[in-house]
């Protein structure tokens, strides 16, 4: 939690200080990229923390109510991003700077996509080398055990 906050902190100063001097979003596509994943990792880690069971039995608040401060900090920068983008940027740069952020985010839920599309495809292969070894295993012991008789 602390380590995807630290990368929204870092990525928002740069994204800031981009605004600040009038760069195009473009330039600061890396660093839209990490506040926008820092976010979608935060939001992530919160909801699997809430649908585990554990935390009723261990009695993990704290880290919630961390997981919460962490989440409100985020959604604070959001609002001062917006408020320099649209102060300090050019015309239509809040709603680039959204659209870009959706964009990011597609591109990252496809990558997770891919990743997972070919883990399953490896163990489809996996799996059917293994079939292959034992078949043929069992049939040449067969055949050994067969003819040595």
Same mark, same amino acid.
């Given at each position: $939690?602390?380590?995807?906050?630290?990368?929204? #902190?870092?990525? *928002?100063?740069?994204?800031?200080?981009?605004?600040? #001097?009038?760069? =195009?979003?473009?330039?600061?596509?890396?660093? /839209?990229?990490?506040?926008?994943?820092?976010?979608?990792?935060?939001?992530?880690?919160? &909801?699997?923390?809430?649908?585990?069971?554990? #935390?009723?039995?261990?009695?993990?608040?704290? #880290?919630? *109510?961390?997981? *919460?401060?962490?989440? &409100?900090?985020?959604?604070?920068?959001?609002?001062?991003?917006?408020?320099?983008?649209?102060?300090?940027?050019?015309?239509? $740069?809040?709603?680039?700077?959204?659209?870009?952020?959706?964009?990011? !985010?597609?591109? !990252?839920? &496809?990558?997770?996509?891919?990743?997972?599309? &070919?883990?399953? =495809? $490896?163990? =489809?292969?996996?799996?059917?080398?293994?079939?292959?070894? /034992?078949?043929?295993?069992?049939?040449?012991?067969?055949?050994?055990?067969? *003819?040595?008789?």
């Amino acid at each position: $939690m602390l380590a995807e906050l630290a990368a929204a #902190n870092a990525a *928002f100063g740069i994204i800031k200080q981009a605004i600040s #001097n009038s760069r =195009e979003l473009a330039d600061v596509g890396k660093s /839209i990229a990490a506040f926008v994943g820092a976010e979608e990792d935060l939001k992530a880690k919160a &909801e699997a923390r809430k649908k585990s069971p554990w #935390n009723k039995v261990l009695g993990k608040d704290a #880290n919630l *109510f961390d997981e *919460f401060l962490a989440l &409100e900090k985020i959604q604070q920068q959001k609002a001062q991003l917006q408020s320099h983008m649209r102060l300090y940027g050019r015309p239509g $740069m809040y709603d680039a700077w959204v659209e870009y952020q959706a964009k990011a !985010r597609k591109a !990252r839920k &496809e990558a997770i996509a891919q990743r997972e599309k &070919e883990r399953q =495809e $490896m163990i =489809e292969v996996l799996t059917w080398i293994f079939i292959v070894v /034992i078949v043929w295993g069992g049939l040449g012991y067969g055949a050994y055990y067969w *003819f040595t008789k």
